[in-house]
């Protein structure tokens, strides 16, 4: 009801500059508009009857637009770039074609400030694009289809102005963007958090964080009043509630007054501890209520189960690194460019992708087996001497209870995380938009919340006491 929905995106019309100072990317900025703007080109046939070259003409992008500016409760910056190419018989589209771009982003606070560089790189991209028509003379000039191309991540937005500078530097002898048609337009979108979502959602963090500190307090403090050492699944349960809090901790508030842009790399590892510890608990929590009279209560029995999910978590956390932890140093950098990033990060994606198969599979023939033996220890519950029946029937209601929660609980991260995908995907794949509101992200955290507060409200050890009979059973 409160926010916004989660991100904003705005397009941005790069506007093309002629440069023509020589040795030129050491010198000033060339901005797109305002009081020192550059000397513009309507369009490149101006450029040919003027004499000038493709290395001369610098693409200059202003973020945000005029008379608006940019704040830190954005929390991220990521862009992604379209090329506007026409068909021309002498300039065809080559196969393959790659594109290379010396790009530069500088920032400034003051309208009347001089720019600092942030970052300067020479990145190539793939062009993918289709043509429709049949390539004639009658087509010249027509667009092709291109694909969205992934072109900047930002992790922080500290501040105001930015300035983008892309040049497409012309080489022929070691054919350096040759082949790649006739570039008419460079667009971006840009895509940043709402300031009101960035709010609430701090406000959640800020809220929710002492309500887990507090109940696994007092469930730390039932254990230590047991006679008994805690058991497995106790001390599970409180890891899980440690990597809760963990999430919760609102660490993204000093993000508003600092430059950290390491905040998304963090708020992933976060996330992957998180997910990691959940499946580790349920593998853990199903065995404990095996009722067999196996020797439990070791985590070394879980061995096998719990290694596809440390092996997939580090297949993820490698993959994190190699894409947002370069970022960290090159925001123009993206994995997904070059054939062996390409290659590297779906063989990490796919490995975690069937780490989570088995890791699933597995996870059912456990319930499975779990039930089959509640159903066999139901018969013969009436036998039983009070206090026990009265332990058994707590730990069959306690664990079917919270298998309906895990199983109402799992289905909707599945759903959310597939809808998120394809909202991410909204800019790759075109027509596809799912407006994934707030509530959606807002409902999904306050959920694991709420999920891992009950765990520990279930589970925490008892200090009643069943009187005699408890020392027969």
């Not at 047991?226 to 349960?237: D, G, Q, W, Y």
């Not at 599945?414 to 991410?424: A, H, R």
Request: hydrophobic share 45%; charged share 20%.
């Amino acid at each position: 009801l409160a926010a916004p929905s989660p991100t904003t995106a705005v397009p941005y019309m790069s506007v093309k500059c002629i440069d023509v100072r020589k040795n030129h990317h050491k010198t000033k900025w060339l901005m797109p508009w305002g009081p020192n703007h550059c000397e513009k080109l309507k369009d490149f046939d101006e450029a040919v009857s003027r004499q000038i070259e493709a290395n001369d003409i610098v693409f200059a992008v202003h973020i945000p637009l005029p008379s608006k500016e940019m704040s830190p409760w954005f929390q991220f910056m990521l862009f992604i770039m379209q090329l506007d190419i026409a068909f021309k018989m002498d300039n065809d589209l080559k196969e393959n074609a790659e594109v290379t771009l010396d790009v530069s982003l500088a920032y400034r606070d003051d309208m009347l400030d001089d720019w600092e560089e942030i970052a300067h790189a020479i990145e190539i991209r793939k062009l993918k694009c289709t043509f429709g028509s049949p390539k004639t003379l009658e087509s010249e000039g027509r667009h092709y289809d291109c694909d969205f191309l992934p072109f900047m991540e930002v992790g922080s937005v500290a501040h105001k102005y930015y300035l983008i500078n892309i040049r497409l530097p012309v080489n022929e002898r070691k054919g350096i963007n040759v082949g790649i048609g006739e570039i008419k337009d460079i667009r971006l979108v840009g895509i940043h958090q709402n300031g009101g979502f960035t709010k609430v959602w701090f406000a959640m963090k800020t809220f929710l964080t002492p309500s887990i500190l507090i109940i696994m307090v007092w469930y730390w403090r039932r254990i230590t009043l047991m006679t008994r050492a805690p058991v497995l699944l106790e001390k599970v349960i409180f890891a899980l509630g440690i990597s809760m809090t963990f999430i919760n901790i609102p660490v993204e508030w000093f993000s508003i007054g600092f430059d950290w842009t390491w905040m998304l790399l963090f708020g992933d590892i976060r996330q992957g501890i998180f997910y990691a510890m959940l499946l580790s608990f349920w593998i853990i929590f199903c065995g404990e209520h095996m009722m067999d009279q196996n020797e439990r209560n070791r985590l070394s029995g879980y061995w096998k189960q719990v290694g596809p999910i440390a092996v997939g978590s580090f297949c993820l956390f490698i993959f994190d690194m190699c894409e947002r932890g370069v970022q960290l140093k090159n925001p123009f950098y993206s994995i997904w460019t070059t054939e062996v990033g390409t290659e590297l990060a779906m063989a990490f994606i796919i490995v975690a992708g069937i780490c989570l198969c088995l890791y699933f599979l597995f996870l059912c023939f456990m319930v499975f087996q779990v039930f089959r033996n509640i159903s066999g220890k139901q018969s013969s519950l009436p036998a039983m001497s009070k206090a026990r029946r009265l332990h058994y029937e707590g730990l069959i209601f306690r664990f079917k209870f919270l298998m309906l929660i895990t199983l109402a609980c799992a289905a909707m991260t599945v759903i959310f995380f597939i809808v998120s995908q394809v909202t991410e995907g909204h800019w790759k794949w075109g027509d596809m938009t799912i407006q994934v509101n707030s509530a959606f992200f807002t409902g999904i955290y306050g959920m694991w919340n709420l999920y891992v507060f009950a765990l520990m409200f279930l589970y925490a050890p008892s200090h009643k006491n069943y009187g005699e009979e408890q020392s027969n059973g």
